[in-house]
């Protein structure tokens, strides 16, 4: 009965913090073996500090909490998971990060991207407002070139890593984000280089910002949408799917109530008229 659970909880998380310490022991010989290669090469080693989202993978407790995203993100394979956090660390040297978090981008996306509001458990909540994008000005700003698409997927990853940034990484602390994606309006799968840009960004969030998202809230969604995420659903794993909602333009609203997100806020900007309801 009772006891039986707490001994199969108490089991399951000395699971999960041996695991993350094995990832920090491989993290920490890692680091050894790259510092013999170059005292091997003759020069002066000075140890690199690697940090994610500003935060130090060794010697912080705060790096559990990101140690365990990665593990998570990898069903629990603590290879796996090492190798994902390699190249995490790769991408955002590659990338440029630390430069792109203090560049100018201009505030063209403001109205399609924003935080607004928290749920009743305190995370923020982001709005993606897809619809924006059928100002056709707007459009052709963000993907008529190749070079566009890049400065709005540069400005995408601008955006989100100052807002991982601004999470609690403590034990305790919310390390995860609510997202409302409302598709009223919006271009659809038709547009090439919207769904180009748009899969770009995504492989980009999901090989290097794991575990961030505590629930996908679709509304306004049409029906072909509805049809298309029931036809990929078997490719998604069964916690991926559990954090998803979907909700058609006649749901919407009381889906946001249920949702127990800032709603005063939520509804005033994607249901002007609403706000009469409150």
Do not use: C
Request: net charge negative.
């Amino acid at each position: 009965g009772k006891k039986e659970v707490e001994v199969i909880e108490e089991k399951k998380e000395t699971e999960v913090t041996e695991e993350k310490k094995e990832v920090e022991v491989e993290v920490r010989e890692e680091k050894k073996e790259s510092e013999v290669k170059e005292e091997e090469k003759g020069r002066e080693v000075v140890p690199e500090e690697v940090e994610i989202w500003g935060i130090p993978l060794l010697g912080d407790e705060r790096s559990d909490v990101i140690l365990l995203k990665f593990l998570r993100a990898r069903d629990f394979k603590v290879k796996e998971a090492l190798n994902m956090i390699r190249n995490t660390v790769r991408w955002r040297k590659e990338f440029g990060i630390e430069g792109l978090v203090e560049e100018d981008l201009g505030s063209d996306w403001e109205k399609v991207v924003f935080k607004d509001g928290y749920d009743k458990e305190g995370h923020p909540v982001y709005y993606n407002v897809f619809g924006e994008f059928e100002d056709k000005e707007l459009y052709s700003k963000t993907f008529l070139d190749e070079e566009k698409r890049n400065k709005f997927i540069r400005w995408r990853i601008q955006s989100l890593e100052k807002s991982v940034r601004s999470l609690d990484f403590s034990p305790n602390g919310i390390s995860t984000i609510v997202q409302v994606n409302d598709l009223k309006n919006s271009p659809g799968l038709g547009k090439r280089e919207l769904r180009q840009a748009t899969n770009q960004a995504l492989q980009l969030l999901q090989d290097n910002y794991p575990e961030f998202v505590a629930k996908q809230i679709f509304i306004n969604v049409p029906w072909w949408y509805l049809a298309f995420s029931r036809m990929i659903s078997p490719f998604f794993t069964q916690r991926t799917k559990s954090k998803f909602v979907f909700a058609g333009p006649s749901k919407s609203a009381d889906t946001l109530f249920r949702s127990s997100l800032s709603v005063s806020l939520s509804l005033s900007h994607l249901y002007p008229s609403s706000t009469n309801i409150l």
